[in-house]
Every structure is written in C-alpha cells, then in structure tokens.
C-alpha cells in the first residue's frame, strides 16, 4: 500500500518570502501522479499541483513549483513571494491509476501561516 | 461554470441514525469520489463511481453506501450512525481519460451525537 508522510505539522512564514513544503511517500509503482492540495479555513480543498511521475521536469504553477526526487521519493513545494491568501493546511496525495480507478492517497497535512 | 456542489452544508444526527449526502460534480465530470476527513487529518478514500458503478472502495464498512445518477450525480448513504463517523465528507469529481485532476466540493460537515 501507498502511503504519504508530510513530517512537519506546522510552518509560518513572513509575506513576500519563500517557503518549502516537505513530502515524501512510499510506494513500489513506477507509474502514479503526486499533487499538492490547498485547504483554506473555508475548507473547500482545492488541487496547486500536479506531477506526473514519467515526467523529469518539475510542475510549475505560476508561484508554486516542486522538486520531485522520484528517486528519493520526494516531493517538496516551494511557494515563492508567499501571500496572506496562502495561508491554510497543504496536503500532499498520490495516485497510482488502476483499471481506471484514480484513488487519492493523502498525507496528513502541514499548516501554513502567512503573516503580513 | 458551476464547480462541485454538495448538500447539505452541515448535518446533526444521533447514533443509529441514517445519514444520505449528495454531490453534483462539476460540468463535463463523469466520475465522482467520496473521502472522509477526520478533525486534523487528511481525507481518507471512501469509494469511487463510474458509469453508476463502484468502481473501486477504501477501508470503509458496509454501512457505508452509495450510488450515482446517470446524470453523474452522486449519492452517500451511511447507516447506523456512529460517533466515529463525525467527520467532513468531501466529494470529488473528474473526468476518466483525463489526465487525473480531482475537483473537490466545499464538503458536509456531519456531526453524531
């Protein structure tokens, strides 16, 4: 079975700086996908990034990129020039597609706190 | 373009109780995922449907059910309510043959007493 460790629970940062997000996982597959999901108080959770994992190149998403060590299995977030809005909790999920089926498979969170 | 929609917004039931949830997936979606998420942790794969199908299901007991409309629609039905099953229970949506991106609902927030 998969399964996603994000070691720190808890992380602040000042506005406009730079911050890294920890992930790693574990898995025997070659072929899956990683994300990273934003979960504002509002709670809604909502999809950052997405890396494939036959990919070499790192996702970007305008401030937010990864470094994806498949080797090491790791999958770290960066969010550059942080803003107040980015704060909430940031999961880390894998998914491996079988026969179809996408499950995700999450980490248990880290909570990020921009302060102005 | 209306994004995944759940109701209700928040449930109170009693131990024992049955309990249906509802989720429409966002427009040109055809397969909706059921997670549960515990206070603190992250949300845990109930199932997934496809073509009104369970196509595939987590560690979850039987009392945990579901369907979905051939308008994609989704349906959860947990019985015999316990107070384990207080959690928020988010619905995703997503489209098979895409490359995999799942759209998540704002969630209803299920209490047991």
């Known amino acids: 079975a998969q399964t996603v460790t994000q070691s720190q629970p808890e992380m602040s940062v000042q506005e406009a700086e730079t911050v890294t997000l920890s992930c790693t996982y574990d898995?025997?597959?070659?072929?899956?996908?990683l994300f990273w999901y934003k979960q504002p108080p509002s709670r809604q959770m909502i999809l950052v990034i997405r890396?494939?994992?036959?990919?070499?190149q790192n996702a970007t998403e305008n401030r937010f990129s990864v470094n994806f060590q498949k080797a090491a299995k790791s999958f770290s977030l960066k969010i550059s020039d942080s803003q107040l809005g980015d704060t909430a909790m940031y999961f880390c999920?894998?998914?491996?597609?079988?026969?179809?089926?996408?499950?995700?498979?999450f980490g248990k969170g880290m909570k990020l706190t921009v302060n102005p | 373009d209306a994004g995944v929609t759940q109701s209700p917004t928040h449930l109170i039931k009693t131990r024992g109780q049955q309990v249906t949830l509802r989720c429409s997936p966002k427009?040109?979606?055809?397969?909706v995922s059921w997670y549960q998420q515990a206070l603190g942790q992250g949300p845990q794969f109930i199932f997934q449907?496809?073509?009104?199908?369970?196509?595939q299901r987590g560690n979850f007991p039987d009392r945990f059910s579901g369907h979905q409309f051939p308008n994609y629609s989704s349906e959860l039905n947990v019985n015999a309510l316990l107070l384990g099953d207080s959690a928020l229970y988010l619905c995703?949506?997503?489209?098979?043959?895409?490359?995999?991106?799942?759209?998540f609902g704002p969630g209803t927030r299920l209490t047991v007493l």
């Open positions: 890396q494939e994992a036959y990919k070499q």
């Open positions: 999920a894998f998914m491996k597609r079988f026969g179809g089926s996408e499950k995700l498979v």
């Open positions: 449907y496809y073509e009104e199908e369970e196509r």
């Open positions: 995703a949506s997503s489209h098979t043959g895409s490359l995999p991106a799942q759209f």
């Open positions: 898995t025997s597959e070659n072929n899956y996908y």
């Open positions: 427009s040109g979606h055809d397969t």
